[in-house]
């Protein structure tokens, strides 16, 4: 089940993250995915959306501690 769900919602990931590297806004990345795919429940847009942006985050507090970390220890 996990992977299907993966499955689904990677390239609707994938879309968002294009549209974050680009500088795009949220609602920007939101009418594209909607543009893309008219006939999705949305509820599972957002929760896909969620699911990233929940990770990216998480990304890059580790990241940034990784970093001060790192210059803790020159």
């Known amino acids: 089940l996990q992977q299907q769900a993966e499955a689904m919602i990677q390239p609707?990931?994938?879309?968002?993250a294009?549209?974050?590297e680009?500088?795009?806004?949220?609602?920007?990345?939101?009418?594209?995915l909607l543009?893309?795919?008219p006939s999705m429940d949305t509820g599972l847009?957002?929760?896909a959306l969620t699911q990233g942006l929940f990770m990216a985050d998480l990304?890059?507090?580790?990241?940034?501690?990784?970093?001060?970390k790192e210059q803790q220890n020159e």
């Open 12 to 16: 609707l990931l994938d879309i968002a």
């Open 18 to 20: 294009q549209g974050i």
């Open 22 to 32: 680009q500088g795009l806004s949220a609602d920007d990345i939101m009418q594209n």
């Open 35 to 37: 543009r893309l795919y």
């Open 45 to 47: 847009l957002e929760t």
């Open 59 to 68: 990304a890059g507090q580790w990241e940034a501690q990784q970093e001060q």
